[in-house]
């Protein structure tokens, strides 16, 4: 049984799926950033609308954030924590001086694509390693982030 760490999980598959947890961890911080980039100097006719729903993409990014490297945690390594790390690691590019609604909108879009990805992976995983902890956390994202994706997609028309 020493293969199994405190929760019961084997070891290797548990520091694999917080590797990849470091991952979606930065992409998150960028993602983070990001959105309050575009919250602070969006302008255009959908001002007051895009400028509330980026400030809900940052606050439920700080939630996701904390969640993850917690989740990181309890799986027995440490997780990512300074912002070089981030953008070494991180998919999701950062953006500066964003201030057009539809090219704001379009990075949350293909933000929520890397996401995705990253989270459907780690689903399968978490799947093969008994990982329900990990298996739960990604299955309410993804759950939350395909709605977001249609609702900003009919932004977009």
């Given at each position: 049984?020493?293969?199994?760490?405190?929760?019961?999980?084997?070891?290797d598959?548990?520091?694999?799926?917080a590797e990849?947890?470091?991952?979606?961890?930065?992409?998150?911080?960028?993602?983070?950033?990001?959105?309050?980039?575009?919250?602070?100097?969006i302008?255009g006719?959908?001002?007051?609308?895009l400028?509330?729903?980026?400030?809900e993409?940052?606050?439920?990014?700080?939630?996701?954030?904390?969640?993850?490297?917690?989740?990181?945690?309890?799986?027995?390594k440490?997780?990512l924590h300074?912002?070089?790390?981030?953008?070494e690691?991180?998919?999701?590019?950062e953006?500066?001086?964003?201030?057009?609604?539809?090219?704001?909108?379009?990075?949350?879009?293909?933000?929520?694509?890397i996401?995705?990805?990253?989270?459907?992976?780690?689903?399968?995983?978490?799947?093969?390693?008994?990982?329900?902890g990990?298996?739960?956390?990604?299955?309410?994202?993804?759950?939350?982030?395909?709605?977001?994706?249609?609702?900003?997609?009919?932004?977009?028309?």
């Amino acid at each position: 049984m020493d293969y199994l760490n405190y929760i019961g999980l084997e070891r290797d598959k548990s520091h694999h799926i917080a590797e990849k947890l470091n991952a979606l961890l930065a992409n998150y911080q960028v993602f983070y950033l990001n959105a309050r980039g575009f919250h602070w100097n969006i302008k255009g006719d959908k001002f007051f609308e895009l400028h509330a729903k980026f400030e809900e993409l940052y606050t439920d990014s700080l939630v996701k954030i904390d969640e993850i490297a917690e989740r990181v945690l309890t799986l027995g390594k440490q997780p990512l924590h300074s912002f070089s790390d981030y953008v070494e690691v991180a998919q999701i590019s950062e953006h500066k001086n964003v201030q057009d609604e539809g090219t704001a909108v379009r990075i949350i879009l293909e933000s929520f694509r890397i996401l995705l990805l990253q989270e459907r992976e780690l689903l399968v995983l978490a799947d093969e390693a008994q990982d329900e902890g990990t298996n739960s956390l990604m299955s309410d994202y993804i759950r939350e982030q395909e709605k977001l994706v249609w609702m900003y997609a009919a932004f977009l028309g």
